[in-house]
């Protein structure tokens, strides 16, 4: 059976630690010139959220909304206050200094993610990011896995679906970021 061409960016599945994911999400302020998806995996670039490229930089975590702050700089909540159906940061419309990603942080998270080509990985393996632009009408991430150059993740487990054949394009893998940013923890 063929996989389905479904990308929705690195999903947070579960964690290793047994810790609940709601309790993980921080927030911090966006970097300007770059839209950024439900799922798209972020980069910390002069201390803001930047998406993740394909260059074997740290990652920081994965964004799970977005949300507007106040005069004081006091984020009102994951939510656009001017349009509560638009769902990812549109940089184009947006005043970047107004607004944060909200985002699960990489280390001990275990992410869904589909691959961009057929892959034949198993548990312990390495693959890549392949960046791409997100659905505006979505709001949804079409960042996906490839062949290894950087080793940006390590698979961790493959999803047993039925419609799921992991050799095949659009295969679908659990895996964890090989090299987390460490710049917030104590």
Known sequence: MANIDRPNGFKPVKTVSGAPLTSLIRSIGVADGEDIFI?????????LADPGATNDAALLGVAVGFGKVDADGVALGPYNPTNLSKRFYDDSESTHTEWVVYYVP???????????????????????????TGDSTSGISRQEITTSSNADFTVVGIPHYPDNDHTAVWGRYHVMVTRAEQAFHA
């Open 106 to 132: 990489v280390d001990d998270v275990i992410f869904e993610v589909q691959t961009a080509t057929a892959l034949t990985l198993v548990v312990g393996d390495t693959c890549d990011l392949s960046d791409a």
């Open 39 to 47: 799922g798209d995996i972020v980069n910390l670039e002069s201390g």
